[in-house]
């Protein structure tokens, strides 16, 4: 069975940083992306339909995370597949840093952290995927894809704590924390 790709592949007019897809999304982060409508009044941010013209990839990454950790290998078919990728690295990282006894406040703490850290781009020699992930041609552009997935990563960490913290704002979801110890094609961020 073949893992899942991103939907946003057909996509032609999106903009690209060596051969990462930038995206718009549905964010109140600053940063380059460009911002989709808000959700329509009445929806849960949870249960965002793949129609909407407000679904974007940071959805698509928490709706197909538990399905695609599972998988060793995954093959790339396009820009949007590789930042779906780097997505559910990010998105593992987090949930490496929630412990069982945070609650929703202490988590947010943590994970905007992680966030806001320091992190390797694509071209840098830390960065766990260099064979997949082409680096940007200059400085100018490495510095909008830092922004730009620095955005990815705010905005995925706030939707990420919806999720985590949707039955109860005191404990975490079991169920979300199951996933800590698995870790997307062997690797992490």
């Not at 893992?3 to 946003?8: G, K, L, M, P, W």
């Not at 790339?76 to 406040?105: H, Q, W």
């Not at 830390?126 to 730009?148: I, M």
């Amino acid at each position: 069975m073949p893992a899942y790709h991103s939907i946003f592949l057909q996509d032609q007019d999106i903009r690209t940083i060596g051969n990462i897809a930038l995206v718009p999304l549905r964010t109140r982060t600053r940063g380059p992306a460009y911002q989709l409508p808000p959700l329509p009044s009445g929806t849960a941010a949870i249960d965002v339909d793949p129609d909407s013209e407000s679904y974007d990839l940071l959805d698509e990454v928490l709706s197909l995370f538990r399905a695609n950790t599972f998988f060793r290998n995954f093959e790339i078919k396009g820009p949007a597949d590789r930042l779906l990728i780097y997505g559910i690295l990010f998105v593992s990282e987090c949930l490496t840093k929630i412990k069982t006894s945070m609650n929703n406040k202490e988590a947010e703490k943590a994970l905007l952290n992680t966030a806001l850290d320091q992190f390797a781009i694509p071209g840098d020699a830390s960065f766990p995927l260099n064979q997949a992930f082409e680096a940007p041609k200059d400085r100018q552009d490495a510095e909008t894809l830092r922004q730009y997935l620095s955005q990815v990563r705010q905005e995925l960490a706030l939707r990420l704590l919806q999720r985590v913290y949707v039955d109860n704002p005191g404990v975490p979801s079991k169920w979300w924390l199951s996933f800590t110890k698995r870790k997307f094609m062997g690797k992490s961020l």
